[in-house]
Structure formats: C-alpha cells, structure tokens
C-alpha cells in the first residue's frame, strides 16, 4: 500500500505532469495506490481558493473523475488508529526538536496506522517517523 501525498496528486493535475511522477505511478499496480482522506481535502480547499472562472472549474472537474475513477473506493479515512498514530509521531517529532505540521502529521499517521509507504517529494518532513518514504520525482 502507498499512499500519495498531496504534492503527488496536484502534479497529476498539471497540463503536463512530470514524466518521472507519471511512470514512478504506471510502475505500481493500481490497487496500491491510496489517497489519504486529508489529501482530499487539501487539494478541495486549494480548488476553492481559486477565483471562480474556468480554470477552477475545469481542475474541480478533473479531480472529481481521478476521485471517481482513478481511486474510487481507495480513500482512506481518518480513523481513531490514524489519531492515535498521529498523536505519537507528532510528539516524537516535537521531542527530537523537528516539528512537523499538522496536516503532515495527520497524514504520517495514516500512513504509520495501515503500515503503508508514502509518496511525497517533501522527504524531509516526513524524517524520524519510521515511515517508508518514496520520492516519484526521484525513485524510479
């Protein structure tokens, strides 16, 4: 199971996505691929944050079919193991005098709690967390 970090989805979403974050993708099965719940949420707010126009709403419309079609029932809610996950990497972050954000921290613990590997390509904020970390923009 590898759940994708926000970073990853919007890259999708571009024009032209990365070659390297498109074949690191085609590479894994897709019933490997997760979207954590709170990256659903972060990629709707920086939808809605967008002025209203055609721009907005063709994005808001490509990623209602990725949600559809692309992941359908592989979105994983934030559950009572994702909080207790949450809580204690966040705490060992702050004691090892790294903090990390909150919804970084939301999404580590989801991602600890199902014992899946993250892809992200912002490695570093996920250190020190015993998460298994993946760079599509780096690992092939």
Do not use: C, K
């Amino acid at each position: 199971m590898i759940l994708l970090d926000t970073n990853v989805v919007s890259e999708l979403m571009r024009p032209r996505p990365d070659a390297r974050v498109a074949a690191f993708l085609a590479a894994r099965p897709l019933e490997e691929l997760f979207l954590p719940s709170l990256v659903v949420a972060e990629i709707r707010y920086g939808l809605a944050r967008l002025p209203d126009g055609q721009r907005r709403d063709g994005l808001e419309d490509l990623f209602g079919r990725l949600l559809r079609e692309g992941f359908g029932d592989r979105v994983l809610p934030f559950d009572a193991s994702g909080a207790t996950a949450y809580a204690r990497a966040r705490a060992a972050r702050e004691s090892a005098g790294r903090p990390i954000a909150l919804a970084d921290a939301l999404i580590a613990g989801l991602a600890l709690a199902h014992g899946a590997a993250l892809a992200t390509r912002n490695v570093a904020d996920f250190e020190l967390l015993g998460l298994t970390l993946l760079n599509p923009w780096e690992d092939p």
